[in-house]
C-alpha cells in the first residue's frame, strides 16, 4: 500500500539533537522542514511515516526563528540613503553579508532624503523573500522627512517636510509612491498628521513613532489612529516627565486600544542606551521590545579609519567616532551583539532575548503567520545558536545559506 503522497512529494530535512524556541520556551524537538516551511511531523507521521530524506546533526544547539532587522541604514561601507545609483547592489550586499549575524530579513531604511532619492529608490528593490543570495527584504523603513526639526538629530534640515496640504498628498508628493514600503517613521505632532497614520496603516504599513517632541495625549491619539511602533525608544524624543511623559509613556499607557500592543525599537549595543534604561523599558513593557541595530555604514568595517562619503571616521570597539573626536557616529553594532548584549543587561531569559530580534519585528509588521517564530506552517527562516547565542548557522526557506567557519 503506497503512503499517501497527496500533500507533497518534495523532500524532507529533519533538524535533530536541538533545543528549538516554540511557544516561548526552549524545548528538546526536532524539527521538520519541507518546501521551505516548518512541518507538523504528527501529521508526517500519518501521512507518510515520517522519513526523513535528510538529518542535520546540530550537536545540541538552539534553534531559533532568524532575526528581524527593521532598522537598519547599511553597513560594510555602504549607505542606503546615499546609494540612490545603484540601491539595489548595495542593499544586495549588505543583505548577504548579515547572514552571519543571524539576519534573515530587513527593512533597508532610509534617513530624510529629498523626493528625487524616493522616487528612484523606492521601486528599484521590491520586496522579496531571502536565500543564498541574503536575508530577505521586507520592504523600505522610511525615517523621516515627516519627522521634527527639534529632534531631527543626524536628519538633514533641509529636506524635513510638513502635511501642509492636508495629508496623505503630501506624503506622494514627497515618496512618490507606497510601493515597497514597510514601515514610516513620523512625527505625530505634526498638523495633520493623524490623518497620514490613519491613511498609511488601512494601506498595510505600519506608521512609527519617532523624531519627535510629541506629547504623551499626541502620541496615543496616534495609537488610536493606529500607529503601533516608536522608533528607537528615549533617542531623538522628549526625555521622561513624570506630568507629561510623552511618547516614552505609551509603554505604560491605559489609553490603548483593547488587543492592540505598541512595540518600540531599541538600539542594545551597549553605548546609545544606557543599559538601566534598557531595563527600565523591558521591565514595564516586556512584550513590545524590538531589538534593531539602527547600522550606519561603519558596521562590519575593520577597526581603524575609514573615508565614508564626505567623512571621515575611526572605529574602536564597539564605537564609531568622528575621526579625531569623541563625537559617536551612529550604531555599528551587529543584531546578533544586540541580543547578547541584550541579554545580559536586562537579565532576560535567553528566549526572550531572541524574541526580541524575531517574533516581536514579525508581530507589528502583520507578518507573524509566516516569520519570526517556528510554528508549523512558518517559513523555516532559522538560525543556530550555541549557549552564549553566538551563531553557528544561518538558514532560509529550510536552506543553508551561512555556516561559520565555512
Ligand atoms: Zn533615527
Not at 54 to 78: E, L, R, T, W
Not at 221 to 240: C, D, K, R, Y
Not at 266 to 275: F, K, S, V, Y
Not at 328 to 338: E, P
Amino acid at each position: 500500500m503506497p503512503t499517501n503522497k497527496s500533500v507533497s512529494d518534495a523532500p524532507i530535512t529533519q533538524f535533530i539533537n536541538c533545543r528549538i524556541l516554540r511557544d516561548h520556551r526552549l524545548q528538546r524537538e526536532d524539527l521538520w522542514v519541507r518546501e521551505g516551511m516548518i512541518l507538523d511531523p504528527e501529521k508526517l507521521f500519518f501521512d507518510e511515516q515520517g522519513y526523513a530524506d535528510k538529518h542535520v546533526d546540530c550537536g545540541g544547539s538552539i534553534i531559533a526563528p532568524g532575526f528581524i532587522d527593521v532598522q537598519i541604514n547599511g553597513g560594510y561601507g555602504i549607505d542606503f540613503s546615499q546609494a540612490s545609483e545603484d540601491i539595489s547592489s548595495g542593499i544586495t550586499f549588505v543583505a548577504k553579508k548579515i547572514l552571519e549575524h543571524g539576519v534573515t530579513s530587513f527593512c533597508p531604511t532610509l534617513v530624510t532624503s529629498p523626493p528625487s532619492v524616493y522616487h528612484k529608490v523606492l521601486p528599484q528593490v521590491k520586496v522579496h523573500n531571502g536565500g543564498r543570495h541574503g536575508a530577505g527584504v521586507l520592504g523600505f523603513h522610511l525615517e523621516g522627512p515627516f519627522i521634527s526639526v527639534e529632534k531631527k538629530g543626524a536628519h538633514p534640515e533641509r529636506y524635513l517636510r510638513t502635511f501642509n496640504s492636508g495629508g496623505i498628498e503630501d506624503v506622494m508628493v514627497a515618496y512618490g509612491s507606497l510601493d515597497n514600503v514597510a514601515m514610516v517613521t513620523l512625527a505625530p505632532e505634526l498638523s495633520n498628521s493623524q490623518s497620514v497614520v490613519k491613511e498609511l496603516c488601512q494601506r498595510g504599513i505600519t506608521v512609527s513613532l519617532g523624531h519627535s517632541v510629541a506629547n504623551l495625549s499626541q502620541a496615543e491619539e496616534a495609537v488610536q489612529h493606529g500607529a503601533s511602533f516608536i522608533t528607537h525608544l528615549f533617542n531623538a524624543m522628549l526625555p521622561f516627565h513624570h506630568r507629561d511623559p510623552g511618547i516614552v509613556g505609551l509603554l505604560t499607557s491605559d489609553q490603548i486600544p483593547a488587543g492592540r500592543t505598541v512595540y518600540y525599537g531599541m538600539i542594545a549595543d551597549g553605548i546609545h542606551t544606557n543599559p538601566a534604561a534598557l531595563r527600565i523599558a523591558h521591565r514595564a513593557h516586556p512584550s513590545g521590545l524590538v531589538l534593531v541595530t539602527d547600522a550606519i555604514t561603519a558596521m562590519g568595517l575593520p577597526p581603524g579609519r575609514h573615508t565614508l562619503g564626505q567623512q571621515v571616521i575611526e572605529i574602536q570597539g564597539f564605537h564609531a567616532y568622528v575621526a579625531g573626536t569623541k563625537t559617536l557616529c551612529g550604531s555599528i553594532a551587529t543584531m546578533d551583539t544586540c541580543v547578547r548584549h541584550f541579554k545580559e543587561a536586562s537579565g532576560c531569559s535567553v528566549e526572550e532575548a531572541l524574541e526580541a530580534a524575531s517574533l516581536h519585528p514579525a508581530q507589528f509588521l502583520g507578518i507573524s503567520q509566516r516569520k519570526g517564530n517556528l510554528d508549523y506552517g512558518s517559513d523555516a527562516d532559522l538560525i543556530q545558536l550555541d549557549d552564549a547565542l553566538t551563531v553557528k548557522a544561518t538558514y532560509i526557506s529550510g536552506e543553508e545559506v551561512w555556516r561559520k567557519g565555512l
